[in-house]
């Protein structure tokens, strides 16, 4: 499937990773497929700006967003933290040096699945970072969804500039 990616959208691949890391993250989300791209050059990054999306808040709300999502699960994370801490010792959920490559999540690989998919759609077997993040909107992930909520960008609307990227 890699062969049909452009180089943009083999950079957000990559930088995925990094994203994830960066947050602490033991594997690829949605979110971090969107967060990758907005820190790109691409077309799609364009469109995520001409949306409104500003990437250094994106990644904050992300951090906010799954906050908020595992508290309306009744998760208090400062709890958890705590009985981990005195169960294993201070920094017992401090994030770990990770070395390799990190794995997919399964929503994360049907991002990929999707971008591939509104390819096939369109006449084209060639994958940019705008068809990865077609394929992150296809997959209606939560935390997306709240990042782009608090940036003010209607996913309806981003949609639309990624699709008529080429039609200018």
Do not use: N, W, Y
């Not at 390799?100 to 929503?107: D, P, Q």
């Not at 369109?122 to 992150?136: I, Y």
């Amino acid at each position: 499937m890699f062969e049909c990616f452009t180089d943009e959208a083999r950079a957000v691949v990559v930088r995925a990773q990094d994203v994830a890391r960066a947050a602490g993250a033991d594997r690829i989300e949605p979110v971090h497929l969107l967060l990758s791209a907005a820190a790109g050059t691409g077309p799609g990054a364009g469109a995520l700006r001409a949306a409104g999306l500003d990437a250094d808040r994106a990644a904050a709300s992300a951090a906010a967003a799954e906050a908020t999502l595992l508290a309306g699960l009744g998760v208090d994370l400062d709890l958890v933290r705590e009985r981990a801490e005195q169960s294993f010792g201070s920094g017992a959920l401090d994030t770990r040096s990770r070395t390799g490559r990190l794995r997919f999540s399964g929503a994360a690989k049907r991002v990929l699945h999707e971008a591939l998919r509104a390819e096939v759609a369109v006449g084209s077997r060639r994958l940019d970072d705008a068809s990865v993040l077609l394929g992150v909107l296809a997959v209606r992930d939560a935390v997306v969804a709240a990042v782009l909520r608090d940036q003010d960008v209607e996913p309806l609307d981003l949609r639309r500039r990624l699709t008529t990227r080429g039609a200018a």
